[in-house]
Every structure is written in C-alpha cells, then in structure tokens.
C-alpha cells in the first residue's frame, strides 16, 4: 500500500508549487537525499517531519538553493531551478519567505531594519514608506508597534520568532518555509504562534513547508505531513493517513512514547 497522496489537498487539479524529484544530496562520502521526491501544493501547510539529523534541514536548503545537488530536479512555481538565469533566479526567490530556526535575525539590527532589509535589498522604496511597511508587518504577526526600535537581545524566545516571521512576510510572498517555528517555546507559546501561522495561512493564501519536531503543530495546522527516512520520503498524506501507517518508522513517531498521547487522542 502506498502512503503517498499525491493528488494534494485539493484533487488532482490542485496546484503544484514546490517537485522535488529523485533529489540526490551528500557531503563527501555521506549521501544524505538517495533519491527524494516529494510536492508542496499550493494554499496548504505541509508538515516535514523525520529523526533528528535525517535531513529535514538540508532539504529544505538545497529547495532554497543553499546547498548544492548531486542529482535530480527541483522545480518551484513550475521552473527548474537549475535552469534558471541569475536573474530569474533573484526575482523567483522574492516569491518566498524563509523563518530559519531561532529566528536569524541581524542582532545588530533593530527589529524594524531587520524587517526592512529584504525590501532594501529587492526595491527601491522611500524611508517613510518602509517605515510604514514594517509597522504593517509587525501588527501583522501580533507586535506591538514599540518592538519596531528594540534590538533582538531585548525580545522575549516568543517575540523574536514574531519578528522572525514579520522578515520573513516583508516582500508578502506566496510561499513560506519555516525551519521548527515552536522550537524554545513554551506550549502557550508555541499554540499561539501555530495559531498565527494558520490565521495567515488562510488571510494571506499562502503556501507554508514546515519542518517541525511537534506533533502538537502537526495537528493544529498542517494539511498534510511528509516523513524523512533514510533519504527518502517515506510518506506523505493526511496526518490520519500517516497515524494508520504500520510503517516501522512512523509507528514508532506517532505511537511512541511522546507521540502515543496524540494518536490515542486524535487530530482535534
Ligand atoms: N554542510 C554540511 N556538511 C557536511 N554535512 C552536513 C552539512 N549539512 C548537513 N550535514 C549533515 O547532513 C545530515 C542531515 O542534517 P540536517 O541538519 O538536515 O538534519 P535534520 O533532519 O534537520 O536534523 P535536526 O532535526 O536535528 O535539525 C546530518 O548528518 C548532518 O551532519
């Protein structure tokens, strides 16, 4: 029986944004990708889950263009990436958002030139616009205007993924990549920001990759969920899909000691 959904969230029609095809990445003699395939539909929340050291991050790096593939295609907004001029490579990643794990922000910046600084590399705007730009993005994620002039060293773990992500929306892209969002949060925190991913999910329409260690995010928001195991994806569907799996690898995830509690008590 195959796990795979490939007919996304929406039929068979649904819109393709991110194919990643028989993906070959390795670092010297360590292939970490052997061949992953795997699509993001548009206007759904894809959870990407698998053990630590797996290989979530490294997808996620080489769908962003950071690391370099050995083999196989991946295509975004339906143009291969490795065909692509610099310069159309430039204007298809302004499409996008990135929120890398604990937030990377320039902790030189304040928190609005932080949220500035994709619009200052990319457009040529007035101080003043940008200024009225970042005040939207900031009430945007749920911070209030007097975060704007702080630095990130004076942000609570909660406030500075907020800002993280108010970067992240600065050029109001289509498509969202989050690398573990709750991770350092305390549960509040962590429910309240898988809260305002799925409130912009649906306001904004947007397209959201997830990597995420907590089945509690799995749950609230994601559509589907894929899982990463040994270099491939090994499942990718509906959370109930996945939970009814007898797989080895995602029995133990989702019906193990910490995951048991949820499969026991169901997707809300
Ligand atoms: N630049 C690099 N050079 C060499 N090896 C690397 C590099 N980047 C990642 N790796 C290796 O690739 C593998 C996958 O790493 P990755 O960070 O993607 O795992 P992960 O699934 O995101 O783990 P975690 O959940 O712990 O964050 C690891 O063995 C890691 O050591």
Redesign the pocket.
């Known amino acids: 029986m195959s796990f795979f959904d490939n007919n996304g969230p929406g039929g068979a029609t649904a819109d393709v944004i991110i194919s990643v095809r028989d993906l070959i990445v390795g670092?010297?003699d360590?292939v970490?990708m052997k061949g992953l395939d795997l699509d993001v539909y548009r206007g759904e929340v894809l959870g990407f889950v698998?053990?630590?050291?797996?290989?979530?991050?490294?997808?996620?790096?080489a769908i962003l263009g950071l690391?370099p593939t050995r083999g196989g295609s991946i295509r975004i907004f339906g143009r291969d990436r490795d065909s692509l001029a610099p310069a159309e490579r430039r204007a298809l990643e302004q499409r996008w958002g990135v929120l890398f794990?604990n937030g990377a922000l320039f902790s030189g910046l304040t928190v609005k030139q932080n949220i500035q600084m994709p619009m200052r590399e990319t457009r040529d705007l007035s101080p003043r616009l940008m200024d009225e730009l970042a005040m939207l993005k900031l009430d945007l994620v749920g911070l209030k205007p007097d975060a704007a002039d702080k630095f990130p060293s004076e942000l609570s773990g909660g406030m500075v993924k907020r800002a993280a992500l108010a970067r992240a929306l600065a050029l109001d892209p289509e498509l969202v990549f989050l690398d573990?969002p709750t991770s350092g949060l305390d549960p509040i925190g962590a429910a309240e920001f898988d809260e305002l991913i799925g409130t912009l999910q649906k306001t904004l329409g947007l397209t959201v990759f997830m990597?995420t260690?907590d089945l509690d995010s799995l749950y609230a928001i994601c559509d589907r969920v894929a899982a990463?195991a040994d270099g491939k994806v090994i499942a990718a569907g509906p959370l109930d899909t996945l939970l009814e799996s007898d797989h080895p690898w995602l029995r133990a995830y989702f019906h193990g000691a910490r995951g048991g509690r949820f499969a026991a008590k169901g997707p809300d």
């Open positions: 670092f010297g360590k970490v698998g053990g630590s050291g797996q290989g979530k991050s490294v997808l996620t790096r690391v794990q573990e990597v260690h990463l």
